[in-house]
């Protein structure tokens, strides 16, 4: 069963669209989170409510905010299999960054049926990629926005729409450094420097925000 922070009609969208073989239940009061807490089964995070960082369609609020990944196995006895939860760094990408390989995780909930005791919790696992570190993708988050303002890869609804990948940032990347280095060759160093001292002072604001909103727990 999956378990999303968001209202039942876009559990019931993403299950259908993503053609998922298990339930999704949607839990904006955080209901479930709060219940696995209690049990000491698993203590999931979540983020504040940004409107997914200045996003203002209503399906991308959160009034009660969002969880954080977090997977938890437990048997009919109540026997705890598997636990893992995301905890939200800059090096993880606040969350968004890779998840636990679903072979590991399995190889992980059979080693644990034969034994006694609750399985600790995870806080090494075999992850599905690397993820980009922080400043590279804030480079990306720039690109996104032109280099004047970052701005964040939208959520899209369905699966007609394709999600713009950081990655395709990177011919933007390459345009801005080479706009850069052609300028430093062609003018004076004092416009150069005059220039680039006004692309900080554009563009810090917008740095300082997103890596504000963006959760870190130390």
């Known amino acids: 069963m999956g378990v999303t922070s968001e209202p039942q009609y876009l559990a019931d969208e993403a299950e259908q669209d993503w053609e998922l073989n298990f339930k999704v239940v949607g839990d904006p009061h955080q209901e479930i989170r709060h219940a696995l807490k209690e049990k000491n089964w698993l203590d999931v995070y979540s983020n504040d409510n940004w409107q997914h960082f200045g996003n ?27 636990r893992w939860r995301c905890v939200p760094r800059y090096s993880n990408l606040s969350g968004a960054g890779a998840r636990p390989a679903a ?8 080693a644990h049926i034969e034994t006694s005791g609750d399985a600790i919790l995870d806080e090494d696992p075999e992850m599905t990629s690397k993820d980009f570190p922080w400043p590279v993708f804030l480079m990306f988050l ?12 939208p959520l ?20 801005f450094a080479s706009a850069w280095i052609a300028a ?6 004092h416009w150069f420097l005059m220039g680039a001292a006004l ?5 810090t604001p917008g740095i300082i925000d997103i890596h504000r909103k963006f959760q870190h727990i130390r």
């Open 184 to 189: 430093a060759a062609a003018l004076p160093l």
């Open 103 to 110: 072979d590991y995780v399995w190889q992980q909930i059979q």
């Open 142 to 153: 720039l690109a996104h926005g032109w280099f004047i303002k970052p701005r964040v890869f």
């Open 56 to 82: 203002d369609r209503d399906w991308t609020r959160h009034p009660n905010g969002y969880y954080q990944p977090a997977i938890v196995a437990i048997s009919k006895e109540g026997k705890i299999l598997y």
């Open 156 to 175: 899209e609804r369905g699966t007609g729409s394709k999600w713009r990948h950081p990655k395709k940032m990177i011919p933007r990347l390459i345009g």
């Open 199 to 203: 692309w900080v002072v554009i563009a």
